[in-house]
């Protein structure tokens, strides 16, 4: 199997693929290493992972209609409640979101949860941008959605916190080679996102899921395809007392900066 | 087969996590936020004429260390918040200094990037807590002797309303740095206060004797066995004159000529964190009144997720509030974090520019002034030869 094949793995796998690569790597590099000293440093801790960057538009006819989607969701709950009461033994599986960080301290009110056309409504809300734009690195990964908080990630095994505040706990983590960020609201509300990219890295997946009190969850299944942005013209560099510093690209901003 | 593990692993996985969200449901209180010593309101004692010249000791404030932080509470992007404290080390003891020079009631007092034989008391400091409303030092200040003066946390918080307009400053409405009053300007005033009242506890002879045991500190820096025997320690630890050299003693006359020129050197580099400090003062009150603006912003935001105003509804408006409030929150310290590391951008070119000084060293400025220290005791070493050669002609 190709290292970066699409299908997922159970960690150990994907730890076991990646200490091979890693190994494959570094014997290659300290080949190479004989004939140019030069080379970059490759830190074999770090995971390997696949490459998700680039510019993703959504494809509209692979995407799931969240209205198609709720009315699928709806029909397979009755059709689940009906089968239950055909044969009263059987009982239900509870749903969970697949990450647990411990006490976040959020609100808590007692009642039910919200309706599955709430959660299918919310979905919906979170998921309207039609362009992702994810830079990566060697050791993070950048997903970028116009008018929403970049999802920033390591590339690390371990589970990270990635953002924090009294209106909610943001972590993220790798299971296999997907990348899932998962959002815990007030009142016990739920949002996972699950990135999956494929693996001529030309299509990408996201499952968003929204989990209200433990019930079971709506799914949105977006597809994007990747897209050649054209490039910046210009290159910026953040200052604090003159915000944006720009020039064309390409040149030195350091003499920017210092007049 | 590996699809049909990986089911079973994922179930497995859920079943845990199902186990686990059980187990968390039950909310935990947020400890109490620490106490903090604060100074109050300080006016600083200042000296309306010169004091007696055994007073007038030299200082060395050494750039600061900082604590380092939270390993637990660690989250992605901190690095940019950990290299403007990293800034703040060299910027804050220059703050310190122009203190202690205003108060009129000392030597030289200079900003130094490491631990100096030459000066009679050096100031340590490690930065707490450092944000646009509060600062906290932990101070230590410990004079040629070994006698330790200071060693106790300052801590001052401000409001909004103590930085002036100027500090939003704009094309129409530039920084004014001359009238400026740095809004922390009390834990500066109650350090130096309390140097001072450390001071008046010696007598003449005490200082006396401390500027004497500097001079032969740095003689032994200089060249350990000729001045082996000068100090020696007392059973608390503390440096005690042993015996004096004569005052003609051509070898003292060298040490004073070395330390002379030493200083020449550390008035240079402290000249260097004085134009480091005039860079950055802009930009640095800029992003401490960014930093307030934070703060204040977040605390509002904690005041409306602690009255619980989402009402436990669970149709969409609500739910729609949740996340809407959750990304603002996100963004809002994500710009915070983007101001930050336009802070570190802005003040890289001066940070380059302090390493950059000392025409013929190299390195950092703390690597500089260690190779400056090895050049002058290997300049003594060579001139004390040609000094016992030609005794011995």
Redo the contacts between chains.
């Keep these: 199997m190709p290292l970066n094949d699409v299908?997922?793995?159970?960690?150990r796998?994907s730890r076991c693929f990646a200490a091979i690569g890693s190994a494959v790597l570094g014997l290659l590099l300290g080949t190479a290493a004989l004939a140019q000293d030069s080379l970059p440093q490759l830190d074999l801790d770090l995971p390997l992972r696949l490459d998700f960057s680039g510019s993703w538009e959504k494809d509209f006819g692979r995407s799931d209609n969240w209205e198609d989607e709720l009315s699928r969701t709806l029909r397979v709950r009755q059709e689940s409640a009906a089968r239950q009461q055909s044969s009263p033994g059987s009982s239900r599986i509870?749903s969970?979101?697949?990450?647990?960080?411990?006490?976040?301290?959020?609100?808590?009110?007692?009642?039910?949860?919200?309706?599955m056309?709430?959660?299918a409504?919310?979905a919906e809300?979170?998921s309207r941008q039609n362009t992702i734009e994810i830079k990566q690195t060697r050791d993070?990964i950048r997903i970028e959605r116009s008018g929403?908080?970049?999802l920033?990630?390591?590339v690390e095994y371990e589970l990270?916190?990635?953002?924090?505040?009294?209106?909610?706990v943001?972590v993220c983590g790798w299971?296999?080679q997907q990348l899932v960020f998962q959002?815990m609201?007030?009142?016990d509300?739920i949002?996972m996102h699950r990135f999956t990219v494929a693996s001529n890295q030309q299509v990408l997946n996201l499952l968003t899921s929204v989990y209200?009190k433990?019930g079971d969850p709506f799914n949105l299944r977006l597809a994007f395809n990747k897209y050649q942005a054209p490039r910046d013209e210009f290159n910026c560099?953040?200052?604090?007392?003159?915000?944006q510093v720009c020039n064309q690209s390409g040149a030195d901003l350091?003499d920017v900066?210092?007049n | 087969m590996l699809l049909a593990r990986y089911r079973l692993n994922l179930r497995h996985f859920s079943t845990a996590m199902v186990l686990l969200v059980s187990a968390c449901a039950q909310n935990i209180p947020e400890p109490p936020p620490r106490p903090l010593n604060l100074v109050g309101d300080v006016v600083l004692d200042q000296a309306t004429q010169i004091p007696d010249e055994e007073s007038l000791l030299e200082i060395g404030v050494q750039i600061f260390s900082s604590d380092g932080g939270e390993e637990d509470e660690y989250q992605i992007g901190d690095w940019v918040f950990d290299e403007i404290i990293q800034k703040e080390t060299r910027f804050l003891p220059h703050l310190l200094k122009n203190t202690l020079v205003a108060s009129n009631q000392w030597g030289a007092v200079r900003v130094i990037p490491e631990s100096d034989p030459s000066l009679d008391l050096i100031v340590f400091g490690e930065i707490v807590q450092s944000d646009g409303k509060t600062l906290e030092l932990e101070i230590r200040a410990i004079d040629s002797s070994g006698r330790e003066w200071l060693n106790r946390v300052y801590a001052d918080q401000v409001d909004q309303e103590e930085y002036p307009e100027s500090t939003r400053f704009t094309l129409d409405n530039t920084f004014d740095a001359n009238n400026f009053v740095e809004p922390f300007q009390d834990i500066y005033d109650r350090i130096a206060n309390d140097l001072l009242s450390v001071r008046s506890t010696l007598d003449e002879q005490a200082l006396v004797e401390l500027n004497l045991v500097t001079d032969l500190l740095y003689a032994r820096d200089l060249s350990p066995d000729s001045f082996a025997e000068t100090l020696r320690e007392d059973e608390n630890g503390l440096l005690k004159l042993e015996s004096l050299p004569a005052a003609d003693d051509p070898m003292m006359a060298r040490v004073a000529d070395m330390k002379y020129r030493h200083h020449l050197f550390i008035d240079t580099v402290d000249e260097y964190y004085q134009t480091l400090y005039d860079d950055i003062q802009p930009a640095y009150v800029l992003w401490r009144r960014y930093s307030i603006d934070q703060i204040a912003e977040a605390e509002t935001s904690r005041q409306e997720a602690s009255q619980g105003n989402y009402g436990g509804s669970s149709g969409f408006l609500s739910l729609r509030q949740r996340y809407d409030r959750f990304k603002w929150s996100k963004i809002f310290e994500r710009e915070f974090s983007d101001l930050a590391a336009g802070f570190n951008n802005e003040l890289a070119p001066a940070f380059l520019e302090l390493n950059s000084q000392v025409h013929g060293l190299s390195g950092t400025m703390e690597q500089q002034y260690r190779e400056w220290r090895g050049i002058l005791r290997r300049l003594f070493e060579l001139e004390n030869g040609e000094l016992t050669t030609n005794a011995s002609e």
Excluded at chain 1, 96 to 115: C, D, F, M, Q, V
Aim: charge should be negative.
């Design positions: 299908t997922p793995m159970p960690r796998s509870p969970a979101p697949p990450i647990s960080i411990g006490n976040i301290n959020l609100p808590r009110s007692r009642g039910r949860g919200a309706n056309v709430n959660l409504r919310l809300y979170i993070e929403e908080a970049a920033v990630c390591g990270q916190r990635t953002f924090e505040s009294e209106h909610g943001e299971d296999g959002i609201l007030p009142d509300l949002i209200s433990g560099i953040q200052t604090l007392s003159r915000g350091s900066l210092d």
